[in-house]
């Protein structure tokens, strides 16, 4: 059933429709109602080799301050209109600090991570609690937290920033608030408080009984994201079967006092696989991944991608990935999951062989 040059009242019935802000299901259940999600967003590959230099580019131009907030560039996903949003639920963009340059305190109910594929001399303040960033580092900032980052050294510092903006954007829940016009604690001290009080495995401070939907744990260190991911492929050489998928070492960065997604809307993960190793799957939600170190072929629905260092991969929802490391390969990942999860609308299939 659709409209009809051959039936005038069937026109004039749609032409009533639309003067009462009305839309018959029956002509729209195919975009409404797919068999399988029908993702605007497409798979795309954003190479670092051209990223960081136009950052580079921004700082000598483009000064940070108040009203812009951050020096960031987001990455725009080429289905999705000319917004700046990576797939249909997150944000991710590169942010440049030059040498000395101070980004202003806010906050706001978007929350954030970065995570650092190189560099080091910026500390994030977070609450107050100054946060050291260096190269492997996750840092979180959970939704309403204050902050504001310094760069103390001589050189420019830039890193992912990763945030929930789209998906606030739709459920119409963003809130911002300035702060004062300087980051206002300038020490740099190389454990923040929070590590001091929750990065400890295992060990959760007992004056701390409520359970917040952030973690508390305001950096993942490099170090002990290395040493968890090296021990998984150690036990897996030593014979002990389940510890990681075939050559493919895995971390989830979770909040230490609830064990949940370090964000509540954000899951953020480290992969280490063997050169050789590989995977294949599809999901439902959308992901971001980052080659922090070696070099892949990421297949996206069929079309294969040589990546490198830095360089950065939109993996929308049910696109198939496959990922075959070419040698040593160390890959941050971030998605949409727990919201998925939550909303129990995950799903997911394991892509064998033959389906790949
Ligand atoms: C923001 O506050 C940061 O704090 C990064 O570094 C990116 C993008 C849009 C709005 C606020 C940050 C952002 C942002």
Redesign the pocket.
Known sequence: MTASDLDPALDALYDDFNRHGLLPLWTQREGLMPLSPEPAAVPHVWKWANLYPLAERAGELVPVGRGG??R?I?LANPGLSGQPYVTPTL?A?V?YLGPREV?PD?R?S?N?F?FVLEGEGVW?VVNGDPVAMRRGDLLL?AGWAW???HNTLDEPMAWL?G?D?PLTGYLDAGF?EFGPDEVTDRSTPRTSRAERLWGHAGLRPVAFQDSPSSSPLAAYRWEQTDAALEAQLELENEGHPGVAGQGHAAIRYVNPATGADALPTMRTEMHRLRAGASFAHREVGSSVWQVFDGSATFTLDGNSNTVSRGDLVAVPSWCSLEVVAAERLDLFRFSDAPVLERLELARQQTLDGAKR
Do not use: K, S, V, Y
């Open positions: 907030e951050r960031a987001a944000w963009a942010q980004a806010h706001h978007q954030a970065r994030t900032t902050h504001g980052h920033d945030l903006i911002f």
